[in-house]
């Protein structure tokens, strides 16, 4: 019998995962697991966030689902949670805006008619934070992906499929990585 062992969540930047659309399974079955491969050689199956909810709305029609806006110091991340989330979705309903969040779910990758492809975080759980919570995710992922582009030096079967796809420039985002520091300091 096997056991079931969760995926750690990766952590990231907005800009990062709004740049990544190469999303695939490992495995033949409906059941495998699905995965968001990013620019910086990331294989995330889930990841873990840490922003400001800026705005919230509930969108559903019969039923409750709410999107939710969660800033970074690089850009935004969409959330959505509904029946299948009801903690997060209830969570989404009572909080006040702006407020410091960390958000812990799934990516997911949809591609419009057009060919545009969005990415957004279906979350598993939601929990108000306090600011000093939010400044050390972004040392913690700035860490991470500074780690991620100095992998992408390296023969990983991922870190080649993701330089293939995106053409990744390391430049790019080791300024989005200063920037988002950056962005700490500013605030004292």
Known sequence: ??????????????KEFRNSDLSFREGDDVYSPQYLLTPTGARVNRLFIVGTLIEKENIGNEA??????????????????GQYQPEAAQLLSECETPAFVAVAGK???YETPDGDTITSIRPESISIVDGNTRDMWVVD???QTINRLHDLDGSDTYV??????YNTDKGSYSSMVLDALKSLKEQI
């Not at 019998?1 to 907005?14: D, G, I």
């Not at 409750?64 to 949670?81: H, K, L, N, Q, S």
């Not at 080649?160 to 796809?165: D, M, V």
């Open 160 to 165: 080649i499929r993701a330089k293939e796809h």
């Open 1 to 14: 019998m096997s056991t079931y062992v969760r995926e750690v969540a990766k952590r990231m930047f907005a």
């Open 107 to 109: 990516p997911s990758v």
């Open 141 to 143: 992922t700035a860490i």
């Open 64 to 81: 409750e689902y709410w999107r939710g806006r969660v800033t970074d110091p690089t850009g935004t991340f969409t959330i959505y949670a």
